[in-house]
């Protein structure tokens, strides 16, 4: 056991002897061995004892004399620094300025110490590393790293060095002039540890938020170093290499979200990454599972891409995996899954042959979910599938099944967003079918309510969504909507809209559909004549909205046509 009074002691005599006596290096060897056991023994108080009596100008007056303990003057300060408390002294002593030098050493024992000195001092201080990436440390740092690849303490230093400073801007701009992707990717497969890996995908994490990296790293093989990587850690069931794993597929799908670098990692369907990221969605990992869900959305940016994947089967992929999930699942894997189908359904192309192959009756099976970010997604990706295709809207939109859950969701109490998704396909429903099965469908499962909710709304782009919904269903079957629009008072609301001086010109267009519709049918005139329809059309006929003014006017002559 250590006697803490007879370390005390022993250091107060060692930093008596370096403060008031000019010695000689063989002289201060043994003072400074002093030093260095008592804060090796971790003896409480001895960093700032070491820091408060006033040796660290000798210490920098050592480091600038090149003298034969330099090496131990560094491991001196090194050890010191472990102390928060002593790192601000350190730095106004001069300490890391005399220390930077002793970087370029070829004495790896040196380089050892130095690097552990400077980066604890330097630690979670901006204005030091800043100085220290302008003092060309960045270069140092990777040759080190290429000289003595096998010395494993002096990389585990240069490499928390290269992570404390990669979030800096000035660092990530030196390192995209060097080649620090061969550098990092070399390291990762010689990794002896979790720990090593680690760092490594840290360092890669910060520096992959530049583009001009972002590029770089797939250029020079960083998806497939990660992607090795996680193969050659799976079926493990330790917790550091599940962590490996999942921060490894995050960093590739954060490498995807460059245009330039999705293309590359995509490579026309056949792509190592893209190859990858597909076994990815068949594994039984549930955080691959959501990478390569959210890899697919990222290659799905592009509606080359989707075509050529639609072709290559990724769909049956994806509601495989979506399948899997709808029970007791995991909401990410789903959320993410329906995020790549609904843009793999953004090209019309894609949305036809989706139809054909029966993409919609297995994404039905969804309609089950509890969870409201999976009904939200679910609600959207249908919408995208019906957009401009009549088959489908005609399809889904008689489907009792489905209608009955979608007006669940009309009524979503806790979640605006399911509410909004839900009735923006209705009217999707409407719009893209015009048949009047949906029409009659959609009347009968009572969801005509939440169009008029709609169309009375905040959200002008919803707004006009069920305004145009209702105006078609007005056309096609005024019987079906007559008695919802009557018992919403929807007439007065619509008046209301066509006055607000403030309103959206859209919004004022659509209505003034709605009316016509409403017009032409010929069941509802009294109506409009009991809320003086005309008189806000007359204001209307001079709108700065030469489609407003048209519109109105053309109404007006209907209205006078019918009386």
Partial sequence: MTDTSADTDSLSEALKAISVTELIEEELQPHLDTLLQTLLDKTEGAAVQICRSGILPILAQTLRTKSSVSCQVALVIAEMAREAAVREPCI?????????PYLHSDNQEMLLNTGRAIGRICFDNAQQQEELVQSSVIPRLLSIMREYPDNNPLLNVCLLALCNLADLDSARAALATLDVANVLTSQLKRSPDAERRHVILEILGSLG?????????????????LSQMIWALQGESDPHDLCSIKIASNLIVSLLLGDESMQKCFGEGSGVVYQDVLLWLQSPNNQLQLSGALAIANFARNDCNCVKMLELGVVHHLLTLLEQHVDEGDVSVQHAGLSALRNLAIPATNKVQMLQDGVTERIKSLLRSDMPPVQFKLLGTLRMMVDGQEDAALLMGKDSVLLTRVMEWCEAKDHAGVRGEASRLLAA???HSRSPEVVGAVAHAHGIKHLITMATGEHVIMQNEALVALAIAAAIDIESIKGPIREASLLPVLKTTLEDPAGAVEVKFNSLGLICSLANSGVMKEDLDSVHIQESLNQLTNHSSSKVASQAEALLQTLGDSS
């Fill in 92 to 100: 106004q002593a001069g300490l890391v300025k005399e220390l930077l």
């Fill in 209 to 225: 938020e530049s583009e001009i990296l972002k590029l770089q790293f797939v250029e020079s093989g960083v998806p497939e170093a």
């Fill in 429 to 431: 429903l409407i719009r």
